[in-house]
C-alpha cells in the first residue's frame, strides 16, 4: 500500500469553527489532491497540489483553503465549517509520469454540527 | 474536463455469476481509464487501468476491462461473483497530460448467497 496517512480519522465539529485535517505521504510523490465523497456524486476534487507550495483548485473548492510547505504534507482547511461540508474526506497522491494513477489515504469522517 | 457515466448505481448479483459494471465517459480523444474499488470504511483501491496498449487489461481479484474506443467505453467484468466483491466500485478517467482525475458516481455491488 501506498504510504499515505490521513489526520484524524474522525472529527466532529460546530459550525463556524475552522478545521484542518492533514495527508502525509511517504512515496516522495510530486502530485497531492483532496477529494470529497457524497453520496451520489462520487469523488469531487477540492484542491490539488503540483509541487511545493504549487497549489490549484477543482471543481468543488469554495470554502476549502490548502497548503503545501513541504513535499510529503498537504493540509486542507475549512475557514469557517458549515453543515454542507459534512462529508468523507481522501487524500491522494501520484507520481506524474507517465500516466497519473493515484494512491488513495484512509479517508477522514467529518461530521459539522 | 472528462465526463464520466456509470450506468446504475445499484447491482445485485447471485455468487458465482457474472458481474459486469458499465463505464462510459464522454473525450473523443482516448484517456487513461481507472476502475477502483472502495469496501466499506476504506479508501479507494486501485483494480485497474488502461494507459496505452493492449485494449483488455487484467486487474486484481480476477477483475477485466475492456476500452473500446468505438463506444467510448472502459466496462468493468468478473466471471465468477464472490461474496468478497460486495463494494462500490468506480470508474475514473484523466485526459493524456492532464494529472486529474474526474470519477463516475459510483456503483454498489451487492452479491447475493
Known amino acids: 500500500d501506498a504510504g499515505i496517512t490521513q489526520s484524524p480519522r474522525h472529527k466532529v465539529t460546530e459550525t463556524g469553527t475552522p478545521v484542518t485535517l492533514r495527508c502525509h505521504q511517504t512515496e516522495n510523490h510530486r502530485y497531492m489532491y483532496w477529494y470529497r465523497q457524497d453520496p451520489g456524486h462520487g469523488l469531487r476534487l477540492i484542491h490539488y497540489s503540483y509541487g511545493v507550495k504549487d497549489t490549484d483548485k477543482g471543481e468543488v473548492s469554495d470554502g476549502y483553503s490548502v497548503s503545501r510547505s513541504k513535499t510529503e504534507d498537504f493540509l486542507l482547511t475549512l475557514e469557517s465549517a458549515t453543515s454542507s461540508q459534512t462529508s468523507v474526506y481522501f487524500c491522494?497522491?501520484?507520481?506524474?509520469?507517465?500516466?497519473?494513477?493515484?494512491?488513495f489515504g484512509p479517508g477522514t469522517r467529518l461530521l459539522v454540527l | 474536463a472528462q465526463s464520466v457515466t456509470q450506468l446504475g448505481s445499484h447491482v445485485s448479483v447471485s455468487e458465482g455469476a457474472l458481474v459486469l459494471l458499465r463505464c462510459n465517459y464522454s473525450s473523443s480523444v482516448p484517456p487513461y481509464l481507472f476502475w477502483y474499488v472502495q469496501y466499506p470504511n476504506q479508501g479507494l483501491q486501485l483494480l485497474l487501468k488502461y494507459t496505452t496498449g493492449a485494449t483488455l487489461v487484467k486487474g486484481i481479484n480476477g477483475f477485466e476491462a475492456e476500452f473500446k474506443k468505438s463506444e467510448t467505453s472502459f466496462h468493468l467484468t468478473k466471471p465468477s461473483a464472490h461474496m468478497s466483491d460486495a463494494a462500490e466500485y468506480f470508474c475514473a478517467v484523466s485526459d493524456r497530460g492532464d494529472y486529474k482525475l474526474s470519477f463516475g458516481a459510483g456503483t454498489t455491488v451487492t452479491v447475493r448467497a
Open positions: 491522494a497522491i501520484s507520481g506524474g509520469s507517465p500516466h497519473p494513477t493515484q494512491y
